[in-house]
């Protein structure tokens, strides 16, 4: 059965700094889009961004452009974001997924698609 593990997450305080992992099995991360997601308390979840197979194109949703960073290690079959300049209003659980609707996925803006959902890692941030 696919599986993914989101871990890194952690309490930072406003303007740190977290690098979040997704480690898969069962599958290669290289042939499929992957995306991170969050859920506030009290909001729905929302898409933060994905990477496209292959170490195609990636996207990121408008509140962490610049911000946060997506990458894959092949090596590892595990994928990272990298989460710069954090601030309160990152403060969410942390969940990676993918799109296994077939081979060499790609990332959309609408971030649909994705399924095998992680058991998510919480990231806080305050001072």
């Known amino acids: 059965q696919v599986q993914l593990v989101e871990s890194g997450g952690g309490l930072v305080q406003p303007g740190g700094s977290l690098r979040l992992s997704c480690a898969a099995s069962?599958?290669?991360?290289?042939?499929?889009?992957i995306g991170w997601f969050r859920q506030a308390p009290g909001k729905e979840r929302e898409g933060v961004g994905c990477i496209s197979s292959s170490g195609g194109r990636t996207y990121y949703t408008d509140s962490v452009k610049g911000r946060f960073t997506i990458s894959r290690d092949n090596a590892k079959n595990t994928v990272f974001l990298q989460m710069n300049s954090l601030k309160p209003e990152d403060t969410a659980v942390y969940y990676c997924?993918?799109?296994?609707?077939?081979?060499?996925?790609?990332?959309?803006?609408?971030?649909?698609?994705?399924?095998?959902w992680g058991q998510g890692t919480q990231v806080t941030v305050s001072s």
């Open positions: 997924a993918a799109d296994l609707r077939g081979l060499f996925t790609v990332c959309e803006s609408s971030m649909t698609g994705f399924g095998s």
């Open positions: 069962r599958f290669t991360v290289d042939y499929y889009a």
